[in-house]
């Protein structure tokens, strides 16, 4: 699938291999390499779709496209920082769309990569602007952060996980990382047990059973 784009070339390798390429410089990304990035996404949302068999949800290109960015532009400058201190900001940007379920799963497409890359940028210098920057991305896209500590201390679960698509999906990725920090909040470890039901130390022993008063274990 090589496209000679250093754009479409990343993106593409890292969801076939889930390894990425660094280039020697920054490289504007054109109106039809996003063109392009979208039509991509739109089928691997479709393929993915399957999975979680929902017809309810389409891909948003948009959502899709501008994570997509973000995330490449997130690599080049764990490598390439000389004179971009001006341009981060218009190389990073907050996401300017609605943001519901179908925008998280599609920003999912390539976020969930994020949180590696921060770590990855944490190791050179944890002061680096770009970390917090990131974070903060990554805290309106928590579904990408499961297994990255964030702060969420100001999420309404109730209406987050309102949709049953979605609930489950999160569950499954709670799981998938063994993210106890998000496991062991009351709302999510009651829906998480309901699931578990009578096999729930075949899918996760250690979890523990939280009240809704947070003090006592059972």
């Known amino acids: 699938m090589e496209t000679k784009s250093p754009f479409l070339d990343t ?8 390894c990425i390429t660094l280039f020697s410089g920054l490289q504007q990304i054109s ?9 991509y996404f739109e089928a691997e949302f479709e393929k993915e779709r ?3 068999l929902s017809d309810q949800l ?13 995330l490449y532009h997130s690599a080049q400058l764990y490598l390439i920082r000389e004179n971009t201190e001006k341009n981060i900001e218009k190389l990073i940007p907050g996401f300017k769309g609605t943001r519901d379920i179908s925008s998280i ?12 890359i921060i770590i990855a940028l944490n190791t050179v210098d944890p002061e680096d602007p770009l970390i917090a920057m990131l974070e903060n991305i990554m805290t309106g ?4 952060g499961i297994g990255y500590d964030l702060d969420l201390k100001d999420v309404n679960w109730q209406e987050e996980l309102a949709d049953k698509t979605y609930r489950k999906l999160y569950l499954e990725r709670i799981v998938e990382k063994k993210d106890y920090k ?14 578990f039901g009578m096999y729930k130390d075949a899918f996760w022993r250690e979890l523990k059973t939280i009240t809704e008063d947070h003090n006592e274990n059972i």
């Open 182 to 195: 998000l496991a062991e909040i009351p709302f999510i470890n009651k829906l998480l047990i309901a699931e």
């Open 105 to 116: 799963l599609s920003a999912d497409l390539s976020l969930r990569f994020l949180p590696q």
């Open 58 to 70: 389409s891909c948003n290109k948009e959502a899709a496209v501008w994570a997509a960015k973000v």
């Open 31 to 39: 109106p039809q390499e996003e063109e392009e990035a979208g039509d």
């Open 141 to 144: 896209f928590h579904y990408s």
């Open 50 to 52: 399957l999975e979680f």
């Open 11 to 18: 993106i593409f390798l890292l969801r076939k291999e889930e």
